[in-house]
Every structure is written in structure tokens, then in C-alpha cells.
């Protein structure tokens, strides 16, 4: 049974173990960056391509803050992770 072409990821074969991390919140990023140095891929599933820090979104709202002083982009996060994948879903 083939899996219909808009469910597919693409994520790339591997040897390694795959361990997949459902959400780029606080603890997914914390999970991924404490899995670098593991032989296994991280492939990380977001519905977002960014992480927003929260705790200071009041800031923004009331125009303490920029917008983009608060939210990056997760892929930015892992420059360096030779076994990270990142797939918006």
C-alpha cells in the first residue's frame, strides 16, 4: 500500500535509527539539541517553521519588543546537527 504523494515527508533514508520529535515547542527543542551528538536522526514535525519565545509576547504587544525578537526560525537552531530534520506538517 503506497501512501498518498501529500502525506509524504520526504525525509532522507538512513542506517540510523529515526527518533521523530512532534512539536518545535520548549521541550521538543530541548530534546533535539540534547540528541546531537546520538546516532540516530531527529526528525523534527511542526505545523510552524519557527519557535515563538512566549513569555514575551506581551512585550510585543505592547511594542516593547520587535516581532522577530522573540521568534526564529527552528531550522536556524540546529546549524550544525549533522542528523536533523525539520518537516512542516
Sequence with gaps: MSIP??????VPK????RIVIIGG???GLRL???LKNVKAQVVMLDRNNFHTFQPLLYQVATA???PDSIAGPLRKSFDGHFNY???MV
Design 32 to 34: 533535539a539539541k540534547e
Design 64 to 66: 516593547g519588543l520587535e
Design 25 to 27: 515547542g520548549f521541550a
Design 5 to 10: 504523494s501529500h502525506l509524504q515527508l520526504d
Design 14 to 17: 538512513t542506517d540510523y535509527p
Design 85 to 87: 530534520v525539520f518537516r
